[in-house]
Every structure is written in C-alpha cells, then in structure tokens.
C-alpha cells in the first residue's frame, strides 16, 4: 500500500560506522485513521533473523556517539514496550532491502515531526525493558515536515 500523494513528513535514513551501506527513506502520511509509515530501506546487514528493530525516538538529533541524541523510545504516555508510541514493526531485510508499510494511531504526524527514526543492528524482543534489546542503533534520520 503506498499513497498517491505527497507525504506529511519524512526522514532520511542515514548510516553510522561501520553501517556505511544503510540508506533509505520514511514516509509519514496523515490519515483519518492514524498515520500511514512506509519505510524503503537498502544496506541493512546480516544479524541471522533478518528482523531489525524499528522505532521512533524522543530526540531531535543524530547526533552523539552512536546516537546517542535520540535518546530513548517515544512515548508521552511513559506506556511499557512495545507499547511506547514510537514502537513500530520491525524490519524484514531481504538481501540487505527491506520495504514495510504500517498504519498506526498510536500519534499523529504532527506529534513525531523533529523526532527520529531509529534502526537497529538487531531484533527487537518485544519483552525487555525498556527497549526491547533490539542492539546498537545503526541508522538514524530525523522526522521533518514536508
């Protein structure tokens, strides 16, 4: 599923080292139902399940070592995981490619615009706190208006 028309936000999905090869884009479209994400992401790495946790961030930057400016989960409502608001559906690389499509309403796209995306170098558990021990933070991109 891919809207037609132009999306509310998006982030450029950027690499740190050694993730050199992780590029792509998300897409956030305003819906009456939620918001609709689609991510296209290439480079990802092999980690054994394919799977790479995916979420979106309370920090407004990428930067810091590894990150670190992103700071944890987004989730006004201070919800366990993965019922934070930023907790997405992981990623499914697919020779290093993946491409996901989710509506969500746990936010609008006005609330995440300045936030981040994360990805991570592995799978996300859905159990450990507060994170889902999903691995070090491989790629980031900010969530702008569009």
């Known amino acids: ?11 450029i999905i950027k690499s740190s080292e050694p993730y050199l090869n992780v590029r792509g884009e998300v897409l956030f479209f305003q819906e009456r139902d939620g918001v609709l994400v689609t991510a ?3 480079g ?8 790479h946790g995916f979420h979106i961030h309370e920090g407004d930057s990428c930067g810091g070592k590894d990150f670190a400016d992103t700071k944890g989960h987004y989730d006004p409502k201070k ?5 934070h608001a930023g907790d997405l559906p992981p990623l ?4 290093g ?6 509506m ?3 936010f609008r796209v006005r609330d995440v615009v300045g936030r981040t995306v994360i ?7 859905f159990r450990t706190q507060p994170s889902g021990d999903a691995g070090e933070k491989i790629a980031c991109g900010v969530i702008q208006a569009v």
């Open 119 to 125: 990805i991570h170098g592995g799978t996300d558990d």
């Open 92 to 95: 499914l690389s697919n020779k």
């Open 40 to 42: 296209k992401i290439s």
């Open 79 to 83: 919800r366990p995981h993965p019922s």
């Open 1 to 11: 599923m891919r809207c037609s028309r132009k999306p509310n936000a998006r982030a």
């Open 97 to 102: 490619n993946a491409y996901m499509t989710v």
């Open 104 to 106: 969500t309403d746990r």
């Open 44 to 51: 990802l790495p092999q980690n054994g399940s394919g799977f």
